[in-house]
């Protein structure tokens, strides 16, 4: 009994500290504008969830299908940036280590924590589903509302997976080398690699089978509605469409009547929920009760300094010092802009190992030394993925250690500190792609070249004013890894922010692209301005 | 050289009132700022170092408002923030190299005001280990160094000797004595002695107000035969203390020896001895705590 309520107030205190938050009501007006555009009108000029064509009609059978695949799909991702940040919370607030001189088992943590991502991941999800249902009035299809078909996919599938990913988040939090950037980057390249092999099997095969390794919980309702369209449809091949896709003209309709749930299904769900108890309890191995003398699980920023007690001892006496301070000559205060940006460039490579450093040099020299199309589509795309972690201190690294008071009372730091900031991002970005930039130099490739000058300078640009204005690195971290995904990766010419794509280049992406750095940097200059005045 | 601090206030939330109609007018020398916790010290500070605008009022620095030119001041300022951090990555001398860019220093001059300010906060055998690896006195010490890298006209410390050993609080008292000759030098604590050692006036910070301004000679002279000390019994201490001001009490086997500060004699067996600065600050924050105390303006006047 005991731990029970030990349990529930860890979940409960954790809980309400994140949902009290200003930013929280952010998330939420998020998740029902989330649950609107899973729906797109029929006049819309995209779809969300579509097979060669067909859909179903807005019913609550389908609204309560769709909006459970696409929950899953997205909260699977966002919900675990989303939600893994309550140790670190602990241990930044000071209370971990009040906690770690209480009698608190371990799992029993881990597990509270857990159970606290899982309550604002499924506030989350009801939020979508509420949302949902107000949409499938509005656009007007089917007017009749039916609780269970709405509500139950949600229940029985999303639940499900954002548990799993509520377990994995308190996983990676406990162990040192997940904790922060990189473990952002492992965890979404297991989520692509993840949907990508889903995908592929609910491309590959209608045969509806329960799958017991169907984290995401997506193949199932994919196949009974993959099943419902091939018995209306026969000329329909098997093909999904998930997530945001461009409409080729208007999708033929049909009424699903829902899914059915056969017992296996359930199990399955329920196996999923036992993983991710256990993955929970798993990570208690991992966590280090806030021990500084253990794993990495150390502050970001040092710990101020603890108040002296009056004391009635008399002092020492000290020989004064030998050490005088020569008075400087010429006034200081005046902009030194090479030493200044070399300082930036410095701090913001100290953390870098000096595999990195090695690693950085070969993809150089694979650009360099490869067939360009060859260098143009293998390697480039990787030169700007591997400083990712440099960048994502960009905006946050001043509030994150806590030198702002420090930072912020020197001379002009908008007009000096802030752009070099900015510059010595654009130096890395140059630098790592300088391989590629003399390739294109010597094929006589300038449009291509011009485009790798404009994406150095929009990606520090993007990190600085999503640094700035969420406080966070994994803001930006989530987007650039979508972004260089879709656009770098996968060659989507309004995303391809790299150019690699002959197309990108085609649809002038270079010069909007422009017109973006140069909001960006308004808007981050805005961003700054605001913590200084303050 | 002249800061000007002219009916300051600052609001937190609407409501919350940190400092209220405060006013002082520095010329060189040193300002010890005492007042308990909460007193509206590190607000003062925050303001004077341009981090936060105040809600109300104006400070002016050589005649010009630092609201509107703030950046004249942060050429010639240096800040030791309450709490404030440090790159863990970084060395001692990367972090003042980084620093010294900031402020504007030539590399010639950083090196070597950098080499002389280790040695002078006693960290220059530990100048290549990371940040990260020092403990709360070390990184204090860090603090103070990157505070004084400019030759800071305006020097302002707040609570500079929390976490320092008793050997660092010296050496930190006497380099601000040293420093303290053309520049103003503010610091804040709520160790009566640091500002006994280190001050050449001394505000008096209560409930976001200044309760005086003055020299500690005068300060000390304003409770010249107000302070005594007493034997009683332990039994009578509560009820002592709930009577009078106490600044001291020491349990001997003879009862308890307090001292009082009154302007009555709190009893027959009770001595009249000299003050400390310490009976003052408990003399004038209990005072004006009861309203009895005259404005700070109006008595600052009649003890200059």
């Given at each position: 009994m005991i731990l029970a309520r030990i349990l529930y107030q860890l979940m409960l205190a954790d809980f309400l500290e994140r949902i009290r938050r200003s930013s929280f009501l952010i998330t939420l007006g998020s998740m029902v504008l989330l649950g609107y555009y899973f729906l797109p009108a029929p006049s819309a000029n995209y779809a969300v969830l579509s097979f060669e064509g067909y859909r179903g009609i807005y019913n609550s059978a389908w609204v309560g299908g769709a909006v459970a695949i696409l929950a899953s799909l997205w909260l699977s991702l966002v919900g675990f940036f989303l939600v893994k940040n309550t140790v670190e919370r602990d241990l930044r607030t000071g209370t971990g280590q009040i906690i770690a001189t209480t009698p608190v088992p371990r799992p029993l943590y881990t597990l509270g924590k857990m159970l606290s991502n899982f309550a604002v991941l499924a506030l989350m999800v009801a939020c979508i589903v509420i949302s949902a249902a107000a949409t499938q009035l509005v656009r007007g299809e089917d007017l009749h509302i039916d609780l269970w078909a709405l509500v139950g996919p949600s229940l029985l599938l999303t639940l499900p997976t954002v548990a799993v990913v509520s377990a994995v988040a308190i996983l990676f939090e406990t162990i040192g080398w997940l904790r922060r950037g990189l473990g952002n980057i492992v965890y979404a390249v297991l989520w692509a690699a993840t949907v990508v092999i889903t995908v592929t099997i609910a491309t590959a095969t209608t045969h509806i089978t329960p799958a017991i390794d169907d984290v995401t919980g997506l193949l199932f309702p994919l196949a009974q509605m993959q099943a419902a369209v091939k018995a209306m449809f026969?000329?329909?091949?098997g093909g999904v469409s998930l997530g945001a896709d461009v409409k080729g003209g208007p999708l033929h309709t049909f009424v699903w009547s829902g899914m059915q749930w056969p017992v296996e299904i359930i199990l399955e769900r329920l196996f999923w929920i036992g993983i991710a108890l256990v993955v929970a309890l798993l990570a208690a191995l991992f966590f280090t009760r806030f021990d500084p003398a253990r794993g990495r699980l150390r502050p970001l920023a040092a710990a101020p300094a603890g108040e002296s007690e009056r004391t009635e001892q008399p002092l020492p006496e000290i020989a004064p010092a030998s050490v005088r301070l020569t008075p400087l000559g010429a006034s200081p205060g005046s902009f030194r802009l090479g030493q200044l940006f070399l300082s930036e460039l410095r701090l913001m490579l100290?953390?870098?190992?000096w595999w990195w450093y090695l690693v950085a040099l070969g993809l150089i020299i694979a650009t360099l030394l490869a067939p360009l199309d060859t260098a143009r589509q293998t390697f480039y795309p990787f030169v700007w993925l591997w400083p990712l972690l440099i960048w994502s201190e960009m905006g946050i690294r001043e509030s994150r250690y806590r030198t702002n008071q420090l930072v912020f009372s020197t001379s002009h730091p908008l007009l000096r500190q802030f752009p070099l900031q900015w510059a010595a991002g654009v130096c890395i970005a140059l630098v790592t792609a300088s391989g590629m930039a003399v390739h294109f130099l010597i094929s006589g490739d300038p449009a291509s070249l011009l485009a790798l000058i404009l994406g150095a300078l929009f990606i520090p640009a993007l990190a600085l004013i999503l640094g700035i204005w969420t406080g966070t690195s994994k803001f930006f971290e989530l987007l650039y890894l979508l972004l260089w995904y879709i656009?770098?990766?996968?060659?989507l010419p309004a995303l391809d922010y790299m150019g690699i794509s002959k197309n990108a280049l085609a649809v002038q992406m270079p010069f909007l692209l422009l017109a973006v750095i140069v909001l960006l940097l308004v808007g981050a200059y805005v961003g700054r301005w605001r913590q200084i005045r303050i | 050289m002249k800061l000007c601090i002219e009916h300051v206030g600052k609001v937190y939330g609407g409501r919350v009132w940190g400092l209220r109609d405060f006013n002082l007018e520095l010329g060189p020398g040193v300002l010890g700022l005492l007042?308990?916790?909460?007193?509206g010290k590190s607000t003062l500070m925050r303001i004077l170092a341009t981090i936060t605008r105040a809600s109300e009022g104006k400070v002016t620095w050589n005649g010009q408002d630092i609201a509107q030119h703030p950046n004249e001041l942060r050429a010639v300022l240096g800040y030791l923030p309450q709490d404030f951090g440090v790159y863990p990555h970084l060395t001692a001398q990367e972090f003042l190299n980084y620093m010294a860019a900031l402020k504007g220093l030539s590399a010639k001059a950083a090196r070597q005001r950098i080499d002389e300010l280790l040695q002078i906060v006693n960290l220059a055998e530990v100048r290549k280990r990371p940040l990260g690896g020092y403990s709360g006195g070390m990184k204090q010490r860090v603090g103070i160094a990157q505070a004084l890298l400019n030759d800071p006209q305006l020097l302002i410390v707040d609570e500079p000797t929390v976490g320092l050993d008793p050997e660092e609080r010296v050496r930190f008292r006497n380099l601000l004595s040293d420093l303290s000759g053309e520049r103003i030098v503010i610091f804040s604590t709520h160790i009566v002695s640091d500002v006994e050692a280190m001050a050449t006036e001394i505000a008096l910070v209560s409930s976001g107000t200044l309760v005086i301004h003055s020299s500690p000679e005068q300060l000390l002279a304003a409770v010249e035969g107000h302070v005594w000390e007493w034997v009683v019994p332990s039994a009578e201490l509560t009820n002592v203390r709930e009577q009078y001001v106490i600044s001291n009490a020491l349990r001997r086997n003879d009862g308890v020896h307090v001292r009082v500060v009154s302007?009555?004699?709190?009893?027959?067996t009770a001595k009249l001895v000299a003050p400390n600065l310490e009976d003052a600050y408990l003399y004038y924050r209990e005072t004006h705590m009861k309203g009895a105390l005259p404005t700070a303006g109006a008595l600052t006047k009649d003890i200059r």
């Open positions: 026969p000329q329909y091949g100290s953390k870098v190992p656009g770098a990766l996968n060659h | 007042g308990p916790n909460g007193a302007a009555q004699t709190p009893g027959e």
